[in-house]
Antibody
Framework: EVQLVESGGGFAQPGGSLRLSCAAS????????MHWVRQAPGKGLEWVAR????????GYADSVKGRFTISRDSAEQSLFLEMNSLRPEDTALYFC????????????????WGQGALVTVSS | DIQMTQSPSTLSASVGDRVTITCRAS??????LAWYQQKPGKAPKLLIQ???TLENGVSSRFSGSGSGTEFTLTISSLQPDDFATYYC?????????FGQGTKVEIK
């Protein structure tokens, strides 16, 4: 069974930092691109960041570029999101999500999601 | 960046109604469109990918259509379990963007 379990959420002051983790199991983690998607309270879904299966291709939403860093660790079978220079507008539930593979290629839609980690940025 | 616009934002309907949600892209995305269902406090669930391909286990009362810039999600006969928020998502050109969501509520 595919499982994605986020951790590391919590409270931070503006300008502060937090690191989210997503532990993956039940599938060959090294074969899949992974993403972070967030949802501010009462709002819609916003794609945040993407990392390819081998970590060599990375992309970010403009809203987090230069402040957030996505990474992955094969040995730990985990995905990470390092969040620096946090702003109140970064307050959200952060989901990790698996990129679907079709005919051996990552396609860009999300077939499995974790339950999310809540990040609150406030003074 | 490709923008996705859903309509309506909220839809009030009754059990048994046929419901249609529209999603428009700011430029052509061919058929690179997915639909998700989200219930309060839960992660989104993938319903449909590549415009019209239902995921395993998804009821056949859900269907999708469209190409280019205009797409629709149709629920043929709304069931109590279908009251939720629905999001479209484009995945063309190594970019991913969601629509703002459509909440389907009980009339």
């Amino acid at each position: 069974e595919v499982q994605l379990v986020e951790s590391g959420g919590g409270f931070a002051q503006p300008g502060g930092s937090l690191r989210l983790s997503c532990a993956a199991s039940g599938f060959p983690f090294d074969d899949y691109a992974m993403h972070w998607v967030r949802q501010a309270p009462g709002k819609g879904l916003e794609w945040v960041a993407r990392i390819s299966w081998n970590g060599r291709s990375i992309g970010y939403a403009d809203s987090v570029k230069g402040r957030f860093t996505i990474s992955r660790d094969s040995a730990e079978q985990s995905l990470f999101l390092e969040m620096n220079s946090l702003r109140p507008e970064d307050t959200a539930l952060y989901f990790c999500a698996r990129d679907a593979i079709v005919y051996g290629t990552s396609v860009g839609y999300f077939d499995y999601w974790g339950q999310g980690a809540l990040v609150t940025v406030s003074s | 960046d490709i923008q996705m616009t859903q309509s309506p934002s909220t839809l009030s309907a009754s059990v048994g109604d046929r419901v249609t949600i529209t999603c428009r892209a700011s430029q052509s995305i061919s058929t690179w469109l997915a639909w998700y269902q989200q219930k309060p406090g839960k992660a989104p669930k993938l319903l449909i990918q590549k415009v019209s391909t239902l995921e395993n286990g998804v009821s056949s009362r859900f269907s999708g259509s469209g190409s280019g810039t205009e797409f629709t999600l149709t629920i043929s006969s709304l069931q109590p379990d279908d009251f939720a928020t629905y999001y479209c998502q484009q995945y063309s050109k190594y970019s991913e963007t969601f629509g703002q969501g459509t909440k389907v509520e009980i009339k």
